[in-house]
């Protein structure tokens, strides 16, 4: 008896070893902070439920994620170098946050997932603003789950991805900022490599609303904003950021198919390489674009309407290229863009960084 209990103990050891790792086995359904406290990185993209299952026939942990538009598979998430970030950091990934999300001119907010590819529309929050005219223009979104939309009433406000209930931050900090003539241009979560913490850094515009980046962060804990004493960055860029600690930025002009794609700096705002963005349909006279960007897994998204075209385009490139070579050229995603004009794309450091470099 003894030796039949040994020995099923032995195999279930064995069958134990044997079950891949969270990291490898796709997403799992998130719980609280506390029962995050010691698995921080291990479960830091298991973050799902069963309505982000395609379909909603796999059960949470045991997704298989599909191939992407190119036909490859769709890359192991890699973890940071140790030195990269605080090994303590407390993360809490809400469900649906390793998706993108994206938000149109007409207010919708979709989501994105880039391995199937597809595009939902989750609907049209209701956000307090100070006029009806007052639009979206750029968002990143936050490991417990809210979007955090910038709009054009020079504020910020805090969307629920699960109810669409939306919030304004801070008024007496929005006034400061207004004051001070840094109406956010744009603004990105990260994982801070010196603290472990999600962060929020932004990138304002001047007092007259040229194209000069100023550089800050803010605490999504105290919604606190905090200016940086970093040089300005030229173009005032949209910027996206990741778990890895790493931002990138993309600066488009309004009358050339010739954009900017960059890598800043978080420690000190610098350019750390740029590349000419090639392959980007161009856009006929000097009427208004749309277009935002996000990374997921390896590979950066850009989300471009010229013109003259009815909705936006997606296209990507890989993070590698980034720091190769002068130009890099753009490959379009075969999707259909549900008629959207899209203006603002986050994604939280919940969502897979892939293979960086």
Request: charged fraction near 20%; aromatic fraction near 8%; proline fraction near 8%.
């Amino acid at each position: 008896m003894r030796r039949r209990a040994a020995a099923r103990a032995w195999r279930l050891a064995q069958q134990r070893r044997s079950k891949p790792s969270p990291a490898t086995a796709g997403p799992a359904r998130c719980v609280g902070k506390a029962a995050l406290a010691n698995l921080a990185f291990s479960l830091l993209f298991a973050c799902g439920s069963d309505v982000d299952t395609p379909g909603g026939s796999a059960s949470p942990g045991n997704e298989v994620l599909e191939p992407n538009p190119v036909g490859q598979p769709v890359a192991e998430p890699s973890r940071p170098a140790p030195d990269a970030v605080n090994s303590e950091a407390q993360t809490v990934c809400a469900a649906g946050t390793q998706w993108i999300y994206l938000i149109d001119i007409n207010y919708r907010l979709v989501r994105f997932r880039p391995d199937v590819p597809s595009l939902e529309v989750l609907g049209e929050p209701d956000c307090p603003t100070i006029a009806p005219e007052h639009t979206p223009y750029a968002m990143s979104v936050s490991q417990n789950g809210e979007a955090w939309v910038s709009y054009t009433d020079q504020r910020i406000y805090r969307v629920s991805l699960s109810t669409l209930a939306c919030r304004a931050t801070s008024e007496v900090d929005n006034e400061a900022r207004i004051a001070a003539g840094r109406g956010f241009a744009t603004l990105a979560f990260f994982l801070d490599p010196q603290t472990g913490r999600e962060r929020i850094f932004t990138l304002g515009s001047d007092t007259e609303g040229g194209a000069v980046g100023l550089p800050g962060y803010i605490d999504p804990e105290t919604e606190r904003f905090t200016s940086s004493e970093a040089a300005g960055i030229e173009g005032s860029p949209e910027i996206t950021g990741n778990r890895a600690g790493r931002l990138f930025g993309f600066a488009p002009p309004r009358t050339s198919p010739e954009a900017r794609v960059l890598e800043i700096s978080p420690s000190n705002f610098a350019v750390i390489a740029e590349q000419t963005l090639l392959g980007l349909e161009p856009t006929e006279g000097n009427g208004i674009l749309t277009w935002a960007f996000a990374n997921w897994d390896g590979w950066i998204y850009f989300f471009w309407k010229p013109t003259q075209a009815a909705e936006s385009s997606i296209y990507r490139i890989a993070v590698v290229d980034i720091r190769e070579g002068s130009s890099v050229r753009a490959e379009r995603i075969d999707i259909d863009a549900l008629g959207l004009a899209i203006v603002g794309a986050g994604v939280s450091i919940c969502a897979p960084a892939g293979s960086l470099i």
